[in-house]
Structure formats: C-alpha cells, structure tokens
C-alpha cells in the first residue's frame, strides 16, 4: 500500500517552524546561562562592596559590630541575609559570627583581591568572598582578614526571572513567526490552488494545455503536465484513428457472413446449403483472422 506524503502546506509549517522552534529553545537554554553568569557577576560584586563597607565600618568604630543603620540598609540593599567575619593580622578573630564557611584549598587571592565561592553554612547555599587587605588605624595595624558570605535566594530568583521573560519573548516571536509563515504558505501556494482549481472544472474531453500564470519554482510542474496532456491528446487520436480503421476493416468480413448466411437460408437443396455453410465458415475465419490481426496491431 503507498503511503500518502500528507499535506505540502503542514509540510512546509512544520519545516519552517519547527527548526525555530528548537532555536527558541538553544537560545532559552543559552540565555538561562548568561543570565546566571550575569547575576553571578551583579550580586558578587555586590557582596565585594559590602565587603569594604563592612571593613571600614569596623575600622572606624574600633572592631566593634556593625551599626544597625548599615545592618539595615545592607539587607534592604542586598536582598538576602548577609553574614561577615573579620580576622587581626595574628588570626584572631576581631568581630563578626565566629563559624565561617571553610575555605576551599587553593584559593589564596593576592591581597586586595577578593576571591569567591560557593559553600553551605547552616543547611543554605551561601556565596562567600575571602580577602585579605592591610589595615592601617591607630587600633589595628597589618594584614585584616575579611569572609562575607549571602544567601542566594535572591540572585536565583533574578535569574529565574530573566529567563522567564526571555521564554515568554521567544514564545511570542515564535508565535508571531508561525502566523506569518502560515499565512505566507497560502499565499506562496495560492498558484498551485488556481491551477487544481482549473484543472477541477474541465470536462474529461477538455485536453488543451494549462494556460495558468505560475512562479518559476512550478512552471517545470505545468510543462509537464502540459507535456502530459499533449501526450493523451495525441494517444487518444490514435485510439481514435484505430477504432475508425478497425470498424474499416471488419465491415467486409462481416458484411460477407450476413450475405452467405442470407444465400444459405435461400439455398435449393443440401448441396447448395453445405457450399453456403464452408463459405460463411471461410468468411468467418477470415473475421477472426482480422480481428486477431487487429488486436496485435493494438
């Protein structure tokens, strides 16, 4: 059984549409990344200004915890929960919560560079800073250690919405694209759709060409169905020229038989009758004899 191509209009949708379809899609997948990078980038250099806020706010007050107006303003500017140890030049431990995320081996920034990473502290994914810069205040003198580490709740929901904004922009210029490409389909094909239509209304004796005015992409389709047609015409005139010569040529045979067999019902005696009898039997032959000729012609 031939299996049936479908419809050339749902093909050409579906050839069109769906490869961006799957564009939209590598793209979304691509953006997701650039957006969290992008968060990365925004909330760590964030958390490397809270960092020298918070060490030249101990600075000033003399190790002493933060004020609550920078508490305040700090997690109504950052969003997430913020955390912070400060360390002397000996190690020890100046102000600040006394558990800090554990270092990862091999990160030792430069002083004045801060270095980042992610760690859990207290069952939460944390985002910690870790640097080193020299202090030089009447209470404190050397190099002060600085670990300020934030939740990340935040920089997580920014991306998520990023990237839902970015599938709800894809979504709609697909959308958009998918009308115009179906409209642009009928529109392309509206040529094919006169030609059937053409095509519909003529009578099986209506051979002459197609005279339709088609794109280039389709005029090869009408040669050849013009091609076509010119070819029936012309079997067809055939056809018609050998049933014309067939009649022809079994009028004689045939004319004869009724002729004997007319004599035969008329004939005087059993001789007379016999003689008739092998003559219609001979035109007979003859008949047969035609036709088989006749048929191997054909």
Same mark, same amino acid.
């Given at each position: +059984?031939?299996?049936?191509?479908?419809?050339?209009?749902?093909?050409?949708?579906?050839?069109?549409?769906? *490869?961006?379809?799957?564009?939209?899609?590598?793209?979304?997948?691509?953006?997701?990344?650039?957006?969290?990078?992008?968060?990365?980038?925004?909330?760590?250099?964030?958390?490397?200004?809270?960092?020298?806020?918070?060490?030249?706010?101990?600075?000033?007050?003399? %190790? =002493?915890?933060?004020?609550?107006?920078?508490?305040?303003?700090?997690?109504?500017?950052?969003? =997430?929960?913020?955390?912070?140890? !400060?360390?002397?030049?000996?190690?020890?431990?100046?102000? %600040?919560?006394?558990?800090?995320?554990?270092?990862?081996?091999?990160?030792?920034? *430069?002083?004045?560079?801060?270095?980042?990473?992610?760690?859990?502290? %207290?069952?939460?994914?944390?985002?910690?800073?870790? +640097?080193?810069?020299?202090?030089?205040?009447?209470?404190?003198?050397? +190099?002060?250690? +600085?670990?300020?580490?934030?939740?990340?709740?935040?920089?997580?929901?920014?991306?998520?919405?990023?990237?839902?904004?970015? !599938?709800?922009?894809?979504?709609?210029?697909?959308?958009?694209? /998918?009308?115009?490409?179906?409209?642009? !389909?009928?529109?392309?094909?509206? *040529?094919?759709?006169?030609?059937?239509?053409?095509?519909?209304?003529?009578? *099986?004796?209506?051979?002459?060409?197609?005279?339709?005015?088609?794109?280039?992409?389709? /005029?090869?389709?009408?040669?050849?169905?013009?091609?076509?047609?010119?070819?029936?015409?012309? /079997?067809?005139?055939?056809?018609?020229?050998?049933?014309?010569? /067939?009649?022809?040529?079994?009028?004689?045979?045939?004319?004869?038989?009724?002729?004997?067999?007319?004599? %035969?019902?008329?004939?005087?005696?059993?001789?007379?009758?016999?003689?008739?009898?092998? =003559?219609?039997?001979?035109?007979?032959?003859?008949?047969?004899?035609?036709?088989?000729?006749?048929?191997?012609?054909?």
């Amino acid at each position: +059984m031939t299996r049936r191509p479908g419809s050339l209009r749902a093909r050409l949708f579906i050839g069109i549409v769906g *490869p961006l379809v799957v564009a939209a899609i590598g793209l979304s997948v691509i953006r997701f990344a650039q957006f969290v990078s992008l968060s990365r980038t925004l909330y760590d250099n964030v958390l490397y200004t809270a960092a020298l806020t918070i060490s030249r706010d101990v600075a000033l007050n003399q %190790g =002493d915890l933060l004020t609550k107006s920078v508490l305040d303003t700090l997690a109504h500017s950052l969003g =997430d929960r913020i955390y912070y140890r !400060i360390k002397g030049p000996d190690g020890a431990w100046i102000t %600040g919560f006394s558990n800090a995320p554990a270092l990862p081996d091999g990160l030792a920034p *430069p002083p004045g560079t801060p270095g980042y990473f992610d760690a859990v502290q %207290g069952g939460q994914p944390v985002r910690v800073l870790y +640097m080193r810069e020299r202090l030089d205040t009447p209470s404190q003198r050397g +190099m002060m250690t +600085m670990e300020v580490w934030q939740t990340v709740n935040q920089r997580h929901a920014l991306s998520r919405t990023l990237v839902r904004q970015s !599938i709800g922009f894809f979504s709609l210029l697909v959308a958009l694209a /998918a009308v115009a490409v179906w409209f642009g !389909i009928r529109l392309g094909l509206t *040529p094919l759709e006169r030609m059937r239509r053409a095509l519909e209304a003529r009578s *099986p004796e209506d051979l002459h060409p197609i005279d339709e005015a088609v794109p280039s992409e389709i /005029a090869t389709l009408s040669r050849a169905m013009n091609a076509l047609l010119a070819r029936l015409t012309r /079997a067809f005139e055939i056809r018609d020229a050998f049933i014309s010569d /067939a009649a022809h040529q079994l009028r004689t045979p045939i004319a004869g038989l009724q002729v004997q067999a007319e004599a %035969g019902i008329g004939a005087p005696g059993e001789d007379q009758l016999r003689l008739r009898m092998h =003559d219609i039997a001979q035109a007979a032959r003859d008949a047969g004899r035609l036709t088989n000729q006749l048929l191997s012609l054909e």
